[in-house]
């Protein structure tokens, strides 16, 4: 599976900007989908996760804010991000695993195998 993360960019604070992740290569309906975030010096952070029964997850610190879906049409997967804080700025990466229904481990990094390159979100004060 190769993703390709898009959609970053600089908003201010209370704004709204929507992240896309484009899946080819294997059958993208069967995996998981999720959102991670880091700032550096500071480990990958959980974001938001997608089962292939689109069951959603999401960190408490994003709850209400952000959106996650997935288009298995369009073998892709969309973060809908809005009332943007400053603490929102990081880089954002797309990534993907096989679901065997292990809810638990979906907000793991290291749970998942297929990584996007990443896409800086800033969010000014």
């Known amino acids: 599976v190769q993703l390709q993360a898009s959609g970053g960019g600089l908003v201010q604070s209370g704004g709204s900007l929507r992240l896309s992740c484009a899946a080819s290569?294997?059958?993208?309906?069967?995996?998981?989908m999720a959102w991670f975030r880091q700032t550096p010096g500071k480990e990958r952070e959980f974001v938001a996760a997608?089962?292939?029964?689109?069951?959603?997850y999401y960190a408490e610190s994003v709850k209400g804010r952000f959106t996650i879906s997935r288009d298995n049409a369009k073998n892709t997967v969309t973060l809908q991000m809005n009332s943007l804080k400053p603490e929102d700025t990081a880089v954002y990466y797309c990534?993907?695993?096989?679901?065997?229904?292990?809810?638990?481990?979906?907000?793991?990094?290291?749970?998942?195998?297929?990584w996007g390159q990443g896409t800086q979100v800033t969010v000014s004060s």
């Open positions: 990534a993907a695993v096989w679901d065997r229904g292990y809810s638990g481990s979906y907000y793991r990094s290291s749970s998942f195998d297929y």
């Open positions: 290569g294997r059958i993208f309906s069967g995996y998981v």
């Open positions: 997608i089962s292939r029964s689109h069951v959603t």
